[in-house]
């Protein structure tokens, strides 16, 4: 049986997640990490410790990040631009409160400008609609905040068609019942996934 199934499993690595922030902006009350997040103690890689990270790594395809927010690390441009010179990755995912638009814009256009081979995805992160999503994301506006950046985000897909938009929803005791209307919702938006 082994034998048969590394036939379809390569050993080699095929993708890497990495936390490259534990700042955030939200307080989520579905957060796995919140006890982790806003600290004192810096425990984020430098740029520099990055790239000799990267360095010293194989070459994979698919990259994840992931944080806190991932957009209020403002070299996470640089990050990916690294990995994707070093470990040729050409896929990278990376999700979103949707709160800082200008840094989303920012940091997505740069990457996909420096990239032209990577597919990128963009995860907006929308747990209901209106105050409720406001309430379980801890952050009063931010269901308005996260249309503001997807709206621009969008709109840059017809510069860069490697650029995708999906978005994610943890289910809880908090959203159960409108998960058919956060559906009809996200449907109306026309996400890619």
């Known amino acids: 049986m ?17 936390h490259v922030t534990f700042k955030c902006n939200a307080r989520c009350g579905t957060c796995f990490n919140w ?15 990055v790239k000799k990270f990267s360095a ?11 944080g806190g927010e991932p957009f209020l690390r403002l070299d996470m441009n640089e990050i990916i631009h690294t990995f994707y010179v070093n470990n040729k990755i050409r896929h990278f995912t990376a999700p979103t409160n949707g709160l800082l ?12 400008e ?15 609609l209106g105050e409720r999503h406001d309430k379980i994301r ?15 985000m969008d709109e ?4 860069y068609p490697n650029l995708g938009i999906k ?12 998960v058919d209307d956060i559906i009809a919702f996200v449907k109306n938006l026309n996400p890619d996934m």
């Open 56 to 66: 010293s790594m194989p070459k994979f395809p698919w990259m994840m990040v992931s």
């Open 101 to 112: 638009p200008e840094n989303v814009k920012r940091i997505t256009t740069d990457i996909l």
């Open 156 to 159: 840059l897909k017809s510069s």
């Open 114 to 128: 420096r990239c032209k081979k990577l597919s990128m995805t963009l995860s907006f992160s929308l747990d209901d």
């Open 167 to 178: 978005f994610n929803t943890v289910i809880s005791s908090w959203n159960a019942k409108y």
């Open 2 to 18: 082994i034998e048969h199934l590394n036939k379809y499993f390569d050993r080699s690595l095929f993708q890497l997640i990495y």
């Open 138 to 152: 801890g952050v009063k506006g931010n269901f308005e905040k996260l249309l503001v950046t997807f709206r621009q």
């Open 35 to 49: 006890h982790e997040l806003n600290k004192e103690i810096d425990k984020e890689l430098t740029l520099d410790e």
